[in-house]
């Protein structure tokens, strides 16, 4: 019994100036002849280019995040909290002087990272406050525990003074921390659009 090769299927040169029907001799022939393979020599050298300079640029990439320390991941997590709080009350004013301005607005912490570690990324400890209050009034904390008790009720505020275990994020924890609220701070300006 002779099994007949399969005979491979027509196809239409790459070349856009020729557009020619031919049925390939080898494996991965895309042009019909020599001439057009040369013709859309450039072409093709042009995406093997920025084929490899974004290989090169994924890698690099790569290396950086391996060298990031715990320090970097904790600045990462911060920043993307901040991103998603600064969102979230985009329609609220100052958490300290209750005014809107067209400065610049931080995500300023009621209980300091420095003295609480623990309520870092704790969405309640954290409200949009105007530069001037955040940075020169050192938060202004007796008008933003005032604006605090009538945002989230004064049980809410009591349990952000009270006592907390401390806490040790890892690395993990972090880069979770991070993607999630890059997540939300995506869900947020989706809604928004």
């Known amino acids: 019994m002779v099994i007949a090769a399969k005979q491979p299927k027509p196809k239409t040169c790459k070349n856009p100036a020729c557009g020619v029907q031919f049925v390939p001799q080898r494996l991965g022939q895309a042009v019909c002849s020599p001439k057009c393979g040369l013709a859309i020599k450039e072409v093709n050298q042009e995406k093997a280019r920025k084929s490899l300079a974004e290989v090169g640029r994924r890698e690099i990439k790569d290396r950086k995040e391996a060298l990031k320390t715990r320090a970097d991941h904790l600045k990462d997590a911060q920043k993307a909290v901040n991103e ?9 004013p100052c958490v300290s002087c209750g005014r ?14 420095n003295a609480h570690p623990e309520l870092r990324f704790e969405p309640l400890n954290i409200w949009r406050q105007c530069a001037p209050c955040n940075t020169h009034k050192s938060g202004d904390l007796l008008n933003y525990r005032q604006e605090l008790v009538r945002r989230i009720g004064a049980d809410a505020v009591e349990w952000l003074e009270g006592p907390h275990l401390p806490k040790k994020y890892t690395v993990e924890q972090l880069k979770a921390l991070t993607t999630e609220y890059r997540a939300k701070t995506k869900e947020l300006k989706r809604a928004a659009a």
């Open 100 to 113: 809107f301005h067209e400065g610049q607005w931080h995500a300023g912490h009621f209980r300091s990272v």
């Open 84 to 92: 998603f709080i600064r969102l979230r009350d985009k329609d609220l």
